[in-house]
């Protein structure tokens, strides 16, 4: 299954950047999905590219009732993005979902571009579960839990920009 999201910050994409690769800030946006304390790390700096990857346990509440039995009361899922260096004003990256013990992942491409006095951030990518017979149901409802925990992320880092740091 395919997703695609699209959203417009009200900052540069050098404010972006900076804020990703923030530890404070990646633990606020691990924090969103309801986990608590997320594990972070932040490796690199913004002009030579970085990455972030947020280890966490999520509520299972997090997906349909009926899918609950595959997981359990919990999932532990890392999600890890790296970045490029910037190429002019814009950058690239790419992103992985993996839920720790569940026979699926997500992953796909990063990209801040400006967007009039401000920066435009497109996710994209696919989700992949590898369960016969419910495998495309189970992908539905993760993808719907991935643009969900994104809205939260980016809600977030709406904030952060704002100067709620």
Request: hydrophobic share 45%; no cysteine.
């Amino acid at each position: 299954m395919n997703i695609s999201h699209s959203h417009v910050f009200a900052a540069t994409t050098d404010e972006v950047s900076t804020m990703l690769a923030d530890r404070t800030f990646a633990e606020r946006r691990g924090a969103a999905s309801g986990s608590g304390s997320p594990d972070v790390q932040v490796e690199g700096t913004v002009a030579e590219g970085f990455s972030v990857t947020i280890r966490q346990q999520v509520p299972s509440s997090s997906i349909p009732a009926e899918f609950r039995s595959f997981v359990g009361s919990s999932l532990a899922v890392r999600y890890t993005e790296v970045w490029e260096p910037a190429v002019g004003p814009d950058r690239t990256g790419t992103f992985a979902v993996e839920i720790v013990g569940a026979p699926g992942h997500a992953a796909g491409s990063l990209a801040l571009v400006p967007d009039g006095d401000g920066t435009r951030f497109v996710a994209a990518g696919a989700i992949s579960v590898r369960v016969p017979l419910v495998g495309a149901m189970i992908e539905s409802a993760v993808g719907d839990a991935v643009v969900k925990g994104l809205e939260a992320e980016l809600a977030v880092a709406d904030a952060w920009l704002a100067g709620d740091r």
